[in-house]
């Protein structure tokens, strides 16, 4: 929306410059707390799939997570936690961090519900549920194995 449109709907030329300008700053700021959320939301996944134990626990000792390399940097940190004497009970043996999916593979939600549900009664040793769910996923399109 431009001055001339908010004069036309009968705002004075005054109002109508505090109407942009308001506008400008809640944009900026909108977008702002969109980023942080963004990298947040990033960091908190990986320090998931690194097996971090607690996510808010392992997140406050990260330093300096922002800016455009934020990731490159929580990375190399995570990773140094990993191996720290005095960090590394925050993470589980075993895991190391590995992207699950890209821009280029989205997460195909449908199969991974399958999948854990398939997980789920092998562990339970629930041969008529594995291979209810197997039908199921079937009748959806989805194949596993």
């Known amino acids: 929306m431009d001055k001339e449109e908010l004069t ?6 005054e109002a109508a410059e505090k109407v ?5 700053r809640m944009r900026g700021e909108y977008e702002k707390r969109l980023a942080d959320a963004e990298r947040e939301a990033k960091i908190s996944e990986m320090l998931r799939e690194s097996g971090a134990r607690n996510i808010k626990a392992a997140r406050a000792m990260l330093e300096g997570c922002d800016g455009e390399d934020f990731a490159q940097r929580a990375a190399e940190q995570i990773a140094k936690m ?15 961090f590995t ?4 821009a ?3 997460p195909d939600v ?4 399958f999948e854990a549900q398939l997980r ?3 562990e339970r040793r629930d041969t008529v549920a594995a291979i209810r769910i197997k039908q199921n996923a079937a009748a959806e399109g989805v194949i596993l194995m």
């Open 8 to 13: 036309a709907l009968g705002i004075g030329d």
């Open 20 to 24: 942009l300008e308001m506008s400008e």
């Open 82 to 96: 990993k191996r720290g004497s005095e960090t590394s009970f925050l993470f589980e043996e075993g895991k190391s």
């Open 99 to 102: 992207p699950g999916y890209s």
């Open 104 to 106: 280029e593979r989205l």
């Open 110 to 113: 449908k199969k991974d519900g």
């Open 120 to 122: 789920e009664a092998r």
